[in-house]
């Protein structure tokens, strides 16, 4: 047989529990009031926000072209400015100071040309990369959307984004 290990409750406890029963009404009115409260969201004003990106990703493309045809530019004008140094050496009778400074403005109009070159380069890069992703995204999109179409091809009524928005 087993013993009951019930024990009696303090006055004390027996207090805080009639203390807790009072409060229990009120604690679930909150509670009730919280689930019934709307909580407020803003509306997205974009109605296709998929396009939305896209658009902006071509926009930044164009800006994007448009820096690499500013260098492109610019490059060319260094090519231009090595050029001229290379004829003047060609044709120029120069002692050993005079060929120090005329290799000394080659090496820095090489220089300025590199730092171009190397930001075209990495430009390029990055394009590539973007293109490519641009590619597989548009891909991935299309594929998403046939399924969507699937999906809902026996719903009676077809909710666009700014319906559910």
Not at 32 to 42: A, G, L, N, W
Not at 48 to 57: C, E, T
Not at 59 to 88: N, P
């Amino acid at each position: 047989m087993r013993k009951s290990s019930k024990r009696r409750l303090t006055n004390q406890e027996v207090d805080k529990l009639k203390d807790i029963e009072k409060l229990l009404p009120e604690l679930q009115k909150k509670k009730s009031k919280q689930k019934h409260q709307h909580i407020k969201v803003e509306p997205i004003k974009q109605v296709d926000i998929v396009n939305d990106y896209i658009g902006k990703i071509e926009t930044l493309m164009q800006k994007y072209d448009q820096d690499c045809q500013k260098l492109a530019e610019r490059q060319s004008y260094y090519d231009k400015l090595i050029s001229e140094h290379y004829h003047k050496v060609e044709t120029m009778k120069f002692n050993a100071c005079e060929g120090y400074h005329l290799s000394k403005q080659l090496q820095e109009l090489l220089q300025k040309r590199r730092v171009i070159k190397n930001e075209m380069y990495r430009l390029n890069i990055l394009k590539k990369n973007i293109n490519s992703t641009l590619g597989d995204s548009r891909v991935s999109l299309e594929e998403c959307t046939q399924r969507q179409r699937e999906w809902q091809k026996n719903w009676k009524h077809e909710y666009t984004l700014e319906e559910v928005l």
